[in-house]
């Protein structure tokens, strides 16, 4: 297999040559058609590079597997190419927050409990495209990787990312939702760890990133017991669910009074937002 | 109001005007005599550019590393609602659990115009001043505006907390380390004196100054970890300072009114946007207004080696108290003069003029050379 690969190489290397005489030479139909070999053979080394990858016995590195975390499956493969398309992962993320989440949290879970990460930049252009196929053709999909909504404005919140086929309430964020939906994460990442059957160091460690905000959740990153952080992050949603459940109730009801399907989904058109705002001073004042 | 506007984007030219902001704010009142980087400063010029055009560039501003850090270290305090800061603030304001609220105020609805994010800060800000019912905790980016020179700059700290007597504090950000628990004065200075005029504007805003605490909150990471670690300044003296140095500024106007009529920095871009203005031909207007030049300068002022190139004969140069320790003398010249005996004494220097002399003469004695 690698034979093949380096034959492939040198290949590659004379067509390079042959390309930039052709292109001092001015000949420009020669250098096209080159052009054209030289790619060819790049896709082809490609080719044979991952197949040489695949046939390679794969020692140590287990993966984690996704039916631990209650995920549907695992990203397993060979890291550079997921088997699953990016908002297939950040619906496996999400699904497992259950609230909506920022694009660095969203990579984080994935790493975590699914083996494989992407950077968060990878994810703003997501959501703009969710929104053209849904317009193209509404209800399409099964999901859309979605906006949560400001309670206020009804505006996308900044930087969150949700999943449509949640219900309007857990998709609003009124001014305790951050923290209340920072509770929930905390338990569901609390109750993902203790389902793993091996410890996974990246796991425990997102676990700590959520038991250090958390009054008596853990004191100490080696020694964290999930099912105290679970605990611990119940007893403090418990304070702010009421209120919040209110401000979120009221949100969703405007919303889905006031707005039509896409606006419901990602929100309200930023034109309006000043004509919106000046309302709800009005409002206020 | 409209000519003052206009006359100052004449000043500036073509270029985008630069705004106001903590930073500013608080090297201008630190020297508050300075016509130069008030005019400067209020007609948007950007300073670097011009000092830099005229042959003194200044090794000035925030390198790209500790901005990038900086931003990293807030992007992780403010992350899930804030989180890590909320957990900080309740060690350190006691605040109690059902306090958590976070507001957002870095954009309105997806729209940014300051005008706009600032309507909603003041009318959000003001709901909570008034009633006293629990409904705001935490407000990540509020903007605030600080009348200066007769002009409004926007503000924007990093977090403002509204903590449980009534009372809202301000919190800043900073990514400077607390090593050991101490932390590099200077910057712990500067950051006491910005975050001193996000209270005044705050006050400013309220129109309430026992609304705003004068303790304000500053957040740094810890020893070379990027955990953070929260303490308490005291920013009294500084609100002080900084109100007396703000009601001292000239009013621009009075300042533009000295100035000659077609005076401007515009550097005369071509297409392709390279200046053609002679850097002579600049410096020369740059030097119709006139500079307050001290050492302090190098620290705050990106004009800073031009200042002090054109401060060459001036004892200011060598800093408050030498020139003090020199009779108040104005000149290097004179001082030098006077030292050698050389320079006929004004009557109102002959008592300095005979200490200096013999000051040089001890000198010549220890040393053996001649000033």
Known sequence: ?285 | MKGTEARLARIRGRAVPRNHNARTIAALASNPGCARRAILDAAGVDKQRIAAFTGFPAPFGQSRFALARGNAFEAQLKAEGAAQLLALLREQLNLPIPKAHYDDLTEVGGNTSPELRHARTKSLLLGIARNTGDNGTMFDHPLLRLEVGGRYAYLEPDLIAFRVEGKFSVVEVKSFPVIDGQADGEKVAAAAIQSAVYVLALRDLLGDPGAVHHETILVCPENFSSRPVAAKLDVRKQLAVLCRQLSRLARIDDLLGLLPPGLTFDLDPDDAGVPRREPADLAGAIRTVGARYAPECLNTCEMCFFCRDEARDDTARLGKSTREELGGIEHIAAVLGFARGTGAPDPALAEAAVTLRAAARLRADVLGEAV
């Open chain 1, 1 to 285: 297999m690698s034979e093949g690969v380096e034959i492939l190489e040198r290949r590659l290397d004379r067509l390079r040559v042959a390309v930039r005489e052709a292109v001092i030479a001015g000949e420009r139909d020669r250098a096209s058609a080159l052009r054209r070999e030289l790619r060819q053979a790049e896709q082809e080394w490609e080719q044979a590079l991952a197949q040489a990858a695949e046939s390679l016995p794969r020692a140590g590195e287990p993966g984690v597997s996704g039916s631990q975390a209650g995920g549907p499956r695992a990203a397993v493969g060979g890291g550079d190419s997921p088997l699953l398309p990016l908002r297939e992962q950040v619906y496996e993320a999400l699904a497992l927050l259950a609230v909506p989440a920022a694009p660095r949290l969203i990579a984080t879970v994935h790493e975590a409990f699914f083996a494989t990460t992407f950077p968060g930049s990878k994810l703003t252009s997501l959501k703009r495209d969710e929104e053209r196929s849904f317009r193209t053709a509404p209800y399409a999909r099964p999901y859309y990787i979605c906006a949560a909504l400001t309670a206020d404005l009804l505006a996308p919140a900044r930087g969150l990312l949700a999943v449509s086929t949640w219900p309007m309430e857990c998709r609003v964020i009124g001014s305790l939702s951050p923290r209340v939906d920072f509770l929930t994460a905390a338990i569901n990442v609390a109750a993902a760890v203790e389902r793993l059957t091996q410890p996974v160091p990246a796991a425990r460690r997102l676990l700590w990133r959520f038991a250090a905000s958390i009054p008596g959740a853990a004191e100490d990153a080696n020694r964290i017991d999930p099912r105290r952080v679970i605990h611990a992050a119940e007893a403090e949603r418990e304070v702010h669910e009421p209120g919040d459940r209110e401000a979120r109730g009221a949100g969703a009801r405007r919303a889905r009074e006031q707005l039509d399907e896409v606006q419901q989904l990602f929100g309200a058109p930023l034109r309006t937002a000043a004509t919106q705002a000046g309302r709800t001073q009005g409002r206020r004042a």
